[in-house]
């Protein structure tokens, strides 16, 4: 019998909502409407970054450039706010997409030509994408009073009640949602993830598509570096420092597999949920930020022993039902 809804979902959502209950008894004001928003609002940068690592893990490759491909982009759109402050914000957002989509072809090219492993790429695209914000920058910060008004404003406008940031992230959601259930892209991404040899000989090519995924990390990437950006007011260097290693723990919380083929894009959206509202819980409950990286940690760990044990249950599964009758 299938499940209306995965297992791994209903676990974390439960999870998710326990913690909730726990925080309101002591402060219920935690789970008042517009504080919920606000938390929400705080994730939404994780959120779409999730989406875009979640389709590159489940091709069986990794992306760590992506704090960094938002760092660099998020200064290159700050310093053209700085030169024309009166370009619109429709052609900024092209930019970072753009710019941050061929950030990601880079990585693609490199792991589909040259069959680099993708965590060696991505580290080595992360520093020289580190490097050159430095360049271009010469280490300084463009701070909120260079920005414009208007460059500024747009993620925080508010739309029934959300900013767009907010929007960006629900939009990302079903625009991903429907891509994985609905498109042979989605379909492609779940072949060559679960088997790239048999996918090969069904006419997928394992190598475009790694590389399609790379594009749309990157460009996911990139407009979250504007949000960013523009959100805080304020670039630098080491903008988003440390923040692909929340990316991917989202991700492996959410229950997507690091062998591929097997995930869910409520499974991201529940893995990233679950961390932003520990990293909103904490400092209401008096207890140290720090302790946020061992929670993480524990999820991780939890989840992967749980895709780990489903694992081999299937495969046992699988043994048991092949087996004849001597």
């Not at 900024?92 to 060696?120: E, H, Q, S, Y």
């Not at 923040?243 to 959410?254: K, S, T, Y």
């Not at 694992?311 to 046992?316: M, V, Y």
Request: some cysteine; glycine content about 12%.
């Amino acid at each position: 019998m299938t499940r209306l809804i995965p297992l791994r979902e209903t676990i974390l959502a439960g999870a998710i909502l326990g913690l909730l209950l726990v925080i309101a008894s002591r402060f219920s004001g935690f789970v008042a409407p517009a504080n919920l928003a606000n938390v929400f609002n705080d994730t939404a940068p994780l959120i779409i970054l999730a989406l875009g690592q979640m389709v590159v893990i489940l091709t069986r490759c990794i992306d760590l450039s992506v704090a960094a491909n938002l760092a660099l982009t998020g200064m290159v759109c700050a310093m053209i706010n700085v030169a024309l402050p009166e370009l619109p914000i429709p052609v900024i957002l092209l930019i970072a997409v753009l710019l941050g989509a061929a950030m990601g072809a880079i990585n693609g090219l490199l792991v589909w030509k040259l069959a680099i492993p993708p965590i060696v790429v991505t580290l080595g695209t992360m520093t020289i994408f580190r490097g050159v914000i430095f360049l271009i920058s010469n280490g300084k910060w463009v701070n909120s009073h260079e920005m414009s008004a208007s460059f500024t404003g747009f993620p925080r406008a508010e739309i029934f009640g959300l900013p767009v940031l907010s929007w960006t992230a629900v939009l990302a959601v079903v625009t991903f949602g429907v891509m994985m259930a609905r498109t042979g892209l989605g379909r492609s991404i779940f072949a060559v993830g679960g088997n790239p040899h048999a996918a090969v000989y069904t006419g997928i090519n394992v190598g475009r598509t790694q590389f399609l995924v790379f594009v749309l990390s990157g460009a996911l990437a990139g407009l979250t570096g504007y949000l960013w950006v523009a959100r805080y007011a304020v670039a630098y260097v080491d903008i988003a420092g440390g923040f692909e290693l929340e990316v991917v723990a989202a991700c492996v919380i959410g229950g997507i597999s690091i062998a591929g083929g097997v995930g869910s894009v409520g499974g991201a959206v529940l893995g990233a949920l679950f961390l932003g509202v520990v990293k909103n819980a904490l400092p209401v409950v008096n207890i140290s930020p720090f302790w946020q990286l061992a929670i993480s940690g524990s999820a991780i760990l939890i989840a992967v022993a749980f895709n780990a044990r489903a694992g081999r249950t299937k495969g046992r599964i699988i043994l048991k039902s092949a087996e004849t009758p001597s």
